[in-house]
């Protein structure tokens, strides 16, 4: 805790800190410093065990966990809580899952932070895309292949139109797929509906660089099954891909999204 010349509580402090896709020895050393010098840390279903055991043992731990789609805790209580912490002088760590700007709601919490006059800062964090990426052996983006990574999530606020992935995976693009798990027969639908062959190879990493990791490597057509048949769940990266080396014209069912595996 922060304390003004006449020992009256001085408005605290925030840090946005990412915590890595699991494994600690993942977190980046200024997530580490943070951890270890927050008065209160708030984090979410995500966090590993293993993180939460690096937080300094004086410090106070909050849960404020949510479940995908569902709200366990509303962001506005989060956000609430997260203020009033601060502005009783307290330096808050808010612990997020892989990196914080990475469909982490970030910029919801440092707009309730700036309203409040509170110092926040983000502390980026290794995300789940890059970790799976390195668990596969496989790159983001591969020279003459893909030249583009696209970072989607395959879920969507209720009422907004579901993620149009097919668009997303013109000629030359890597597609990571956050929170997808629940749309793997949507996402075999809206791919062979767009003209993307079966055989289409498609990779799961599942809670990557844990110890329960899972990979997947499959095509579009059995992925609903095979992600069942492996033990896939929540939460979990899908991969797809889509060569490069045919022109938009020249896209046919046979071409297309035959990107080497
Ligand atoms: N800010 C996080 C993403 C939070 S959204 C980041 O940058 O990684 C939650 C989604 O992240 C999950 O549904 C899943 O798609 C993905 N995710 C988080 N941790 C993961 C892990 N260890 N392995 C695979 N996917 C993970």
Redo the contacts with the bound molecule.
């Keep these: 805790m922060n304390f003004g010349p006449e020992g009256g509580a001085e408005t605290g402090r925030i840090s946005l800190v990412g915590a890595g896709?699991?494994a600690a020895d993942l977190l980046t050393i200024r997530a580490l410093r943070a951890l270890q010098s927050a008065d209160v840390v708030l984090y979410d279903r995500?966090i590993s065990p293993e993180v939460l055991e690096l937080i300094d043992p004086r410090a106070e731990r909050l849960f404020v966990g949510k479940e995908?789609g569902a709200c366990a805790w509303p962001q506005q209580a989060i956000n609430q809580l997260m203020v009033a912490l601060a502005q009783s002088g307290k330096y808050v760590v808010r612990l997020?899952?892989?990196?914080?700007n990475?469909?982490?709601r970030a910029d919801e919490e440092r707009v309730a932070a700036d309203h409040a006059g509170i110092p926040i800062e983000v502390i980026p964090?290794i995300?789940?895309a890059s970790?799976?990426a390195a668990s596969l052996g496989q790159s983001l983006t591969s020279r003459g292949v893909s030249d583009r990574v696209i970072f989607a999530t395959g879920t969507c606020r209720e009422g907004d139109a579901p993620p149009d992935i097919a668009t997303l995976l013109q000629p030359g693009s890597s597609v990571a797929l956050?929170?997808?798990t629940k749309m793997a027969g949507a996402l075999r639908e809206q791919l062979l509906a767009a003209g993307f062959p079966a055989q289409m190879a498609v990779e799961v990493?599942?809670?990557?660089?844990?110890p329960s990791e899972r990979q997947l490597r499959t095509t579009v057509g059995c992925l609903p099954e095979a992600m069942k048949d492996a033990g896939i769940s929540?939460?979990?990266?899908i991969f797809l891909r889509a060569a490069k080396e045919v022109s938009g014209a020249e896209l046919t069912t046979e071409t297309r999204g035959l990107a080497p595996v």
């Design positions: 896709p699991g995500l995908v997020k899952s892989g990196d914080p990475v469909f982490g964090g995300t789940a970790a799976a956050y929170m997808a990493v599942a809670s990557a660089s844990t929540h939460p979990a990266i």
